[in-house]
Each structure stands twice: as C-alpha cells, then as structure tokens.
C-alpha cells in the first residue's frame, strides 16, 4: 500500500522561501516518476515539478528558477524547494507518484504566501 505524507507548509511573506518533504512509504522513490502538484482555491489542480526516476526534472514555467524538486534516494524522502515566493503561490501542493502504471497522491499541505 501506497502512502505519500507531506510536510513543510505554513505562512510565509513574498520572496520567503519554503521546503515541502513527501514522505514515501510502499514505494521506492527512485524507482517512481515523483511530482508536485498544487491547488489554489477556486482553480484546477496544476502540475508544478516532475522528476522522473531517472533523475531528470521538469517544471511549469511560472516556478522555473525559483523551485527545485529533488529527493533522498536513502531516506525515501522527496523535496520541494521553493525561493521567492510570490502571493500566487499560494495553494495546497500536492505530492504524486507514478509507478507500474499505478498513480497515489499525498493529502496536501498548505503553502500561504503574504503580500
């Protein structure tokens, strides 16, 4: 059985910075495509960072440069690392894994940022 809990969200001013963790249970992170996603209220839930199990990432262009996902094969843990935020991003993130064609989301942590 899958389960990804993340952690790491709270309230932070604009140009703050924040880290999420996922933490993996059931899996191995490095044999999975690991994502982020986020859902701001009254929108679609959107993909922020991809990292496929080969180590290559991906990221929607509104966080290029300022976000980095990355993971700890050892501690089966997987990171959002998230600089200069702005009020827009502001949601509940997401973590999702994809492995042997079967798909798990977290239950989301809050990530609110001031103006």
């Known amino acids: 059985q899958v389960q990804l809990v993340e952690s790491g969200g709270g309230l932070v001013q604009a140009g703050g910075s924040l880290r999420l963790s996922c933490a993996a249970s059931?899996?191995?992170?490095?044999?999975?495509?690991m994502a982020w996603h986020r859902q701001a209220p009254g929108k679609q839930r959107e993909w922020v960072a991809v990292m496929s199990s080969g180590g290559s990432t991906t990221y929607t262009d509104s966080v290029k440069g300022r976000f980095t996902i990355s993971r700890d094969n050892a501690k089966n843990l997987v990171y959002l690392q998230m600089n200069s935020l702005k009020p827009e991003d502001t949601a509940v993130y997401y973590c999702?894994?994809?492995?042997?064609?079967?798909?798990?989301w977290g239950q989301g942590t809050q990530v609110t940022v001031s103006s």
């Open positions: 059931g899996i191995t992170i490095s044999d999975a495509a």
């Open positions: 999702f894994s994809v492995i042997w064609g079967a798909s798990n």
